[in-house]
């Protein structure tokens, strides 16, 4: 894949997470302090979403630049420390340490949401997350961008 063809992947999938925002956004603005089990669920699953969208941008960039996709048990973790890095000659770090941390944090919950049930989802434990997903997209589309850009 060339850088072209790179970038309208990624834009395609920072279109997804932009509509995820604005659902996540949209439900918070009718849920209040105290959402219902159906509201919980549904935050959830936008979170979820909105981590495996951008993994999806980060196994792009590992295929089509790095030409290297962890692989076993803990490959989603790797993926994520590989994009904080720089990767040989080839590109500079993707995403910065702070990104980094932050992103963590979605990958922990997409964990937790694929294994156990939503009754079992407690919303003072990933509310935070909910509140900074635009901030936390904000910075992270502004780093994918501007390291895109940079590509060889």
Known sequence: MDKEELLGEIEYEVENLKRLEREMNN???R???KPDLIEVRAAASILHDFYCGVEKIFEKI????DKNLPK???WHSELLLQMAK?????RDAIITEESLENLKKY????HLFRHIYGFELKWERFRDLCLRLDTIFARLKFEIEESVKRLK
Request: aromatic fraction near 10%; hydrophobic fraction near 45%.
């Open 31 to 33: 849920i209040g302090d």
């Open 62 to 65: 590992a295929l089509s630049t």
């Open 72 to 74: 076993g048990d803990n």
């Open 86 to 90: 720089p990767f040989n000659t080839i």
């Open 107 to 110: 990958l922990d919950f997409r």
């Open 27 to 29: 439900l918070l603005a």
